[in-house]
């Protein structure tokens, strides 16, 4: 059960690439930045997918689609988790035109009408709030076609420290069809009182 809370706190620290804005590589491209965490977070993947470290482990990490994903991270909760404590996050998704035409809410636009790249971001932001014990979290991106439930532990979740291997296959193709898509935000995690317990920000890059 606390394993299935560790999953949100590892889920939202990852993130996407620096590859080039308009041209990134075709696959999965990550890079996480963790501001403020209540304990303590190190994250490891098996190969040489990623090109940097920090103190909280793997950084800048790039994977085909169909590749295996595989490592472990360690996460040290340092305090009880109890009813009312929330995340929030707030997302922006950019996709960027390519050949002759790009699609977008289902409408087709030909790129010799467009002189920036399309910035879906003013159309399509996304936030979500979620508990962080009590009830599942529901987590569904747009653009990527991304939807995920996450199972909550019953409240409180006193301070444990969890490590787990990670054992991940990416599905075969891209799920935006080779459209290359910008994923970023920040979330925050709050105690019911306001105050305010961690902070990641997130970018991420599929093409």
Not at 23 to 41: D, H, Q
Not at 48 to 72: I, M, P, R, Y
Not at 173 to 192: A, L, N, Q
Request: proline share 8%.
């Amino acid at each position: 059960m606390l394993s299935r809370f560790s999953t949100v706190l590892v889920g939202l620290t990852l993130s996407l690439s620096t590859a080039q804005l308009l041209a990134p590589p075709k696959g999965l491209s990550f890079t996480r930045e963790i501001s403020e965490i209540p304990g303590s977070f190190d994250l490891v993947f098996d190969g040489n997918q990623c090109k940097s470290q920090d103190a909280h482990g793997d950084n800048d990490c790039h994977f085909e689609w169909g590749e295996d994903v595989t490592g472990s991270y360690k996460l040290q909760v340092d305090h009880t988790i109890d009813e009312g404590d929330q995340m929030e996050g707030h997302f922006k998704v950019r996709g960027y035109y390519q050949n002759s035409l790009i699609i977008c809410n289902n409408h087709a636009f030909p790129t010799n009408t467009l002189t920036q790249p399309l910035q879906i971001d003013s159309l399509i932001p996304y936030s979500f709030t979620c508990p962080l014990c009590g009830e599942d979290c529901v987590l569904s991106f747009p653009v990527v076609k991304f939807t995920y439930t996450i199972p909550l532990p019953p409240c409180p979740v006193p301070a444990h420290t969890v490590q787990t291997n990670i054992e991940y296959r990416l599905q075969p193709d891209s799920p935006t069809e080779g459209i290359p898509t910008h994923v970023e935000g920040i979330v925050k995690i709050y105690r019911s009182t306001g105050e305010q317990m961690a902070e990641f920000s997130v970018s991420a890059y599929v093409k």
